[in-house]
């Protein structure tokens, strides 16, 4: 079925199978993006990232993830906006030009396909994987409690019941773990950065312990300059510091496992959100929220084009 | 299909150390099914936290006999929802 690349509508919420439908139609009409399947769920559905690659053997890489947490939607739709964005501007944008040029960006804009499907079939609010616990009536696990950092310590729970249950072990979540292994089988990742949405932060690690990481200066310098540019476009305040200081003590977070596997620019962005709607953002603050994300965004992804390690 | 009607989301603000460890422990009975988007972790900090039906009364309670200050921040979750719901349907067509 032919389709015009005007056709998706990025500032409302999709279905799981419209998004790996346009994920199809971004990788069709742009020769350096290429749709990849990076591993399964749980109830079998495909991780698809899409790989941002102008050429090169194992280029130096940056990583952007969303919907993790499945209900937080605005993620999942802020992700693909960007994606579009930078398949659009790349060619016209100096900025995106010379990132792409240097640098290949792997995108996976539904980290929780499960949970993402399991909130628009039977119940909104859903924040989990769907694995099944043995021994428990209750169901998934908190895949962001679920990373080989500092895992099982405060800041989860080991009730299969809560919502912050870390899982029966780090890695359990097969979401996880083949992030996890695509990282490690890579091996030339320089930054890792996830999107979640709640109350607008910009932290860094660590959220597993209450210690500044080493390179505490230039990430502080570095997320405060990704804070000023998101502010610039709307007024969005975003606090930026530590998870633990900034919003509290969390074990087995990803960018901490990011961090400690030596991919030192890791942040995890908590997008626009007054708690006013709770998870529910209104579509009319899709594009606004992605467009000031994308700001933040490559404010940090220059940084990381321009200071190689 | 799981509803919220009745699902309050509360905002907590608490003054010190000794509220906030007040909550965590609230934060610890299962049976309540609290849901806590912010968790407590500092008096600085406010505590979101969605209550189902069900334990609004004891929650609130328990609040006012410690003289913890909270306000609404979702009076029910089920009617955001279904704006949500309604919305979309409207921007499908």
């Known amino acids: ?309 | 299909l799981e509803t919220f009607v009745g699902h309050q989301v509360l905002r907590i603000k608490t003054k010190n150390e000794e509220e906030v460890k007040q909550l965590q422990l609230l934060e610890s009975l299962e049976h309540l099914g609290l849901d806590f988007w912010i968790n407590p972790s500092a008096p600085a900090l406010p505590v979101d936290v969605r209550i189902p039906a069900a334990s609004v009364q004891s929650v609130k309670a328990f609040l006012e006999s410690q003289g913890i200050a909270y306000s609404i921040l979702i009076e029910d979750l089920q009617d955001v929802l279904d704006k949500e719901k309604q919305d979309m349907a409207e921007s499908a067509q």
């Not at chain 1, 509508?9 to 999709?14: A, L, M, P």
């Not at chain 1, 698809?48 to 999942?76: C, M």
């Not at chain 1, 895992?151 to 912050?164: K, L, M, T, V």
């Not at chain 1, 908590?270 to 953002?281: M, Q």
Request: one cysteine or more; a negative charge.
């Open chain 1, 1 to 309: 079925r032919q389709r015009s690349s005007s056709s998706f509508d990025f500032g409302t919420y999709h279905t799981l199978d419209d998004i790996n439908e346009e994920l199809d139609h971004l990788a069709s009409e742009y020769s350096f993006v290429e749709k990849i399947q990076i591993g399964e769920s749980y109830e079998q559905r495909p991780l698809y990232a899409l790989k941002f690659s102008t050429g090169g053997r194992n280029r130096p890489a940056i990583w952007l993830d969303a919907g993790i947490h499945s209900r937080e939607w605005v993620t999942q739709a802020s992700a693909l906006w960007i994606a579009n964005k930078i398949a659009s501007d790349y060619g016209t944008d100096d900025s995106i030009t010379s990132l792409l040029d240097k640098m290949d960006l792997f995108l996976l804009p539904v980290a929780n396909p499960d949970g993402f499907v399991y909130t628009h079939t039977s119940n909104r609010m859903w924040r989990k994987t769907r694995s099944k616990i043995p021994g428990s009536v209750c169901v998934g696990v908190d895949p962001n409690r679920n990373w080989d950092a500092g895992f099982g310590g405060p800041g989860a729970s080991n009730s299969p019941c809560s919502e912050s249950y870390h899982g029966p072990s780090a890695n359990s979540e097969v979401e996880v773990k083949s992030v996890v292994d695509f990282i490690k089988s890579h091996g030339n990742f320089k930054a890792f950065l996830t999107l979640h949405s709640y109350s607008q932060l910009l932290m860094y690690p660590y959220g597993y312990k209450c210690t500044r990481p080493d390179d505490y200066a230039e990430l502080e310098s570095l997320g405060r300059a990704a804070a000023s540019s998101i502010r610039s476009l709307y007024g969005t305040t975003f606090q930026v510091g530590t998870i633990c200081n900034t919003i509290y003590q969390a074990s087995g977070g990803s960018i901490d496992w990011a961090y400690d596997n030596g991919i030192k620019y890791s942040f995890a962005f908590e997008l626009r959100d007054t708690g006013r709607y709770g998870f529910l953002l209104p579509a009319s603050q899709i594009i606004p929220a992605a467009q000031e994300t994308w700001l933040g965004l490559k404010r940090i992804m220059e940084h990381v084009r321009d200071k190689s390690y």
